[in-house]
């Protein structure tokens, strides 16, 4: 998934904490606080009444009272779920679900089947993670079941759901009647003032990483996957996608001519986070025998275009990876509130309208998520402490997709771009943050408050290290066995470090390689990269040079004509180069703005670039364009770099607050509004 968050601001608060965890789980394998929604009405549950003697009485309830707060700890294999892996498993989901604008809801039944992974004389209660949901009955092979609602330590984490399981097979069902909230995390309901057509409303999830819990009952951990069909009732104004396959046409509802009713099945076994649904005015239009685009009317035309090669994606990460699994790929450009680059919903990507810059220049974004249909979705981290797993894989296997495209040139190119973002970042973070190391530590940290690009690019990073270092054939080589052993499994560093160990042999042991160092330091790498394309280089380093030095009304026409013969992606690096040494003059910037016309490219990361680059400068011909792409989009990892270099901007500040509150806010995501309330220091 590529996204940016930065997590200065936690890091701060858990300096302290990770001094101490560091030195005591350095070699383990193994916040943003949320408000608890339970319902205020008085709802049929069953709840825990008292507690005695060590053990726990249960009655069935209708009354509004709390249960006993009972803080657990959660399962050892994953700090960020309450499941426990090691009682029961999920195999299958069976979802039927009703959407609800009006009340902002999705309400219904999970028909679980679970197994128990060990026999014994007694059954453990079944612990499943939830976040302010309703639950309104629980039945275990048709019958009904004692349950109780356990608040965590951590609000971030949700509620446990304890039920007593009475099931005399290791092999059972348990069906929930319940109700997501109104705030449900997992959802964003967009009025239709909101969508890019205006016309009607719009509804997306994002479970990952630790949401799907607020969605619906389940062990919320990537170490545990299960198979899913759904029946989804819906308005029948919009449609319904979701992360699997359509069964059959969607049809009337019995409960009235309004509604519409559909069906998918997701045969490949995933984890929680990526369970995904969609519901608004949009179409499709296909692109080859298995791709499909979905956007809204007035996007999908351009959408299709700028994604025609996806078909030639899917077909170069097989020749890489192997059988493509999940029989059709498709790609949701969602409204422009989406906070991410683009998720990798199994069977349906869901992206950014950012990726259409009109010229095709960022569909790399595309090959990053087609590639998780390997790396992620088919072989998953097993936590989120290990979450460069999923994406330090999906990031060298992108790369790989665009050289098998359009030449090693490409691939080069992207490792000199993603090199500069790594600087970048730990510069961000600080080269002695706990957060710039691969493997994390998760005991009481929210996971979405540790996201950055170190997982992305250090981890693809390490990945290019042992490439060269063992050649690109036998990288290759090892990538589809490694792909092929673990596939429909998840693993964490010291099972992934053990494999490739065992597939290489004892040239993987030696001390060059400093398994530790990489694995487990903070800041940058033990290793340099040497880029193979100085042909393309060399003329960014070029144009740096010159955008540094005084320029001249009459440098714009060299200007333009050395510009306009190199890529997009060298444009971008030239932009972020210069994000990295002093700023510059605000006559400079006015030249090449006006010969470039980068304050209006339709191209969302030179965009982002080049007012990074005026905000530096502190160049307010500049602000207009910064407010109104800050308007047009909602992702995250343009919009807090942006907002934070305002604040830093003190004559700028009270304007960045005040558009902020009047005009972005109502139209963010709450996730990336959460943030850029911290960036403008109003929390």
Known sequence: MKFWVSVLEFEAKTSNFFRRLVHSRRNSDNCRERSLHLSPNATPVILCSQVSSGKTTYRSSTSSGKPTLLPKMNSPSDPSSAADATKYVTKHLSFNWTVDFRSRTVSGTVLMRIVRVLPGQENPPLVLDINGLDIRSIIIDKEEAPFKIVPQDNKYLGQRLEIVNRARTLDFSVHITYSTSSHSPALQWLEKEMTTDGQVPFMYSQCQSIQARSLFPCQDTPGIKSTFDAIVTAPKETVVVMGGIATSSPEVSPRGDNWMVYHFTQEVPIPSYLVAIACGDILSEPIGARTTVWAERSVIKRAAYELAE????????????????????????????????????????????????????LVSVVAHEIAHSWTGNLVTNRSWEHFWLNEGHTIYLERLIMEHLHGSDERQLLLSLGYAELIDEVNTLGPESQFTKLVTHLDGVDPELTYNRIPYEKGSLFLYFLEKKFGKDKMLGWLRSYLQHFGGKSLDTPTWRDYFVKYFGQAAVGDDIQWEVWLNDCGMPPWVPKFEADSLLDPCEELIQMFQQPMSAVDAENILGRWTTISGIQHELILRKLNEKPPLSHQNLGIIDEALKLSSSGNAEIRFEWSRLCLRAHYLPALDSVFEFLHGQGRLRYTRPLYRAMYEWEEVRPTATEKFHKIHRPKMHRLTASFVQQDLHLV
Do not use: H
């Open 310 to 361: 996806m078909e030639k994606m899917l077909c170069a990460a097989e020749d890489l990876c192997g059988p493509y699994q999940w029989k059709a790929y498709g790609v949701l450009i969602l409204p422009p509130s989406f906070p991410y680059g683009g998720m990798e919903n199994p069977c349906l990507t869901f992206v950014s309208p950012t990726i259409i810059a009109g010229d095709r220049s």
